[in-house]
């Protein structure tokens, strides 16, 4: 659990304070996204969870102890932190790099060995394939999955992430984000996420925050964010790209109608194995998936899992319902 309560940073010179009473909870084993514009806080509410910047008042609690009066590199030592550069040692082999906060923290050479490995593996890269590397021969995806494997390798119960996936392109940033998502989820890993993207927000945070000016503007659940925006600058900094995120978060079965009906309501749309609909969608599959299949397959409807399909009118249906 992150319990930020009234946490302020005041700059120097400043004319306005960067984050101003800053009141948010991150519940124990559950993600949250910090969005907002250029400038509003995000980085420096992040940074002031793992005191790289420490707050000009507020208070901090992290598993339910005072965090403002620990000593700080000690509190580091129990927060993971990835960030967009991933910061490796370059002259270091991966496995020394992922070594770095256990060493730190006085474990055992081959406990340390076995967590290296471990850790590894868990983030996706083979330990025999990568560990002796350096960073330099590393894919910029590879190099994000090693800065995930040593935020991980002390087991610390928070994470904070800054960007993490950002200098990745997009079609491996999918992967990525899928992959840690449930990597993060079965470790039950309390998570505070600093993105620009509004998709990775939905796709990573339980709940969204949404920051203006220092201050919190909204913090819901992400459908809910979605749904009902707090208020005009909220509704403005979502877009118009807010309903089509609202699909990948509503099942693709409430688009769904029995396949026999499809006859009458879609005049051409044949079924299954002759039909032009292809394939049937995974089970687990979202609206926007359904959508995403229709605009690709140049049909109005597809085959669900369930022997069901969801349709183009289905999909406008459920999303006017919610
Ligand atoms: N070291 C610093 N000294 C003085 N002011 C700073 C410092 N770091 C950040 N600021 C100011 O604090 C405010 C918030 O910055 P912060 O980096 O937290 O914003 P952000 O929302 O993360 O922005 P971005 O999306 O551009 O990364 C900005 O006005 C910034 O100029």
Redesign the pocket.
């Known amino acids: 659990m992150i319990e930020l309560e009234g946490l302020t940073k005041r700059?120097p010179g400043?004319a306005a304070a960067?984050v101003e009473e800053l009141t948010l909870s991150v519940p124990e084993g559950t993600s949250c996204a910090l969005i907002?514009p250029?400038?509003?806080?995000?980085?420096?509410?992040l940074r002031m969870v793992n005191r790289l910047i420490e707050p000009s008042g507020g208070r901090l609690r992290i598993g339910g102890e005072d965090a403002l009066r620990l000593d700080p590199v000690r509190l580091r030592r129990g927060i993971g932190y990835v960030i967009q550069e991933v910061g490796l040692f370059p002259h270091r082999s991966v496995a020394e790099n992922v070594a770095t906060v256990p060493r730190l923290l006085g474990w055992a050479p081959a406990r340390i060995a076995a967590r290296v490995e471990e850790v590894l593996a868990m983030a996706g890269l083979d330990p025999a394939r990568f560990a002796a590397r350096r960073p330099h021969q590393l894919s910029g995806g590879e190099r994000q999955r090693v800065g995930v494997a040593r935020a991980l390798a002390g087991d610390p119960p928070v994470l904070l992430m800054d960007e993490p996936f950002g200098a990745v392109d997009p079609v491996v940033r999918a992967h990525l984000q899928e992959e840690v998502l449930r990597l993060l989820k079965q470790l039950r890993k309390t998570v505070l996420i600093?993105t620009?993207d509004l998709a990775e927000a939905v796709r990573l945070g339980d709940a969204v925050a949404v920051?203006r000016d220092g201050r919190l503007a909204q913090h819901a659940p992400a459908a809910e964010l979605l749904a009902r925006p707090a208020d005009a600058f909220v509704a403005g900094f979502l877009g118009s790209d807010r309903a089509l995120q609202r699909l990948a978060l509503l099942p693709a079965e409430g688009a769904a109608t029995a396949q026999a009906m499809l006859g009458e309501s879609l005049p051409g749309e044949r079924l299954l194995e002759e039909s032009p609909m292809g394939e049937s969608l995974p089970a687990g599959a979202s609206l926007r998936d359904a959508l995403a299949a229709m605009l690709a397959r140049g049909v109005r409807a597809v085959p669900l899992a369930d022997g069901r399909a969801a349709t183009l009118d289905g999909v406008l249906e459920a999303a006017r319902r919610g």
């Open positions: 700059w400043a960067a907002g250029s400038g509003s806080g995000k980085t420096t509410t600093v620009h920051m």
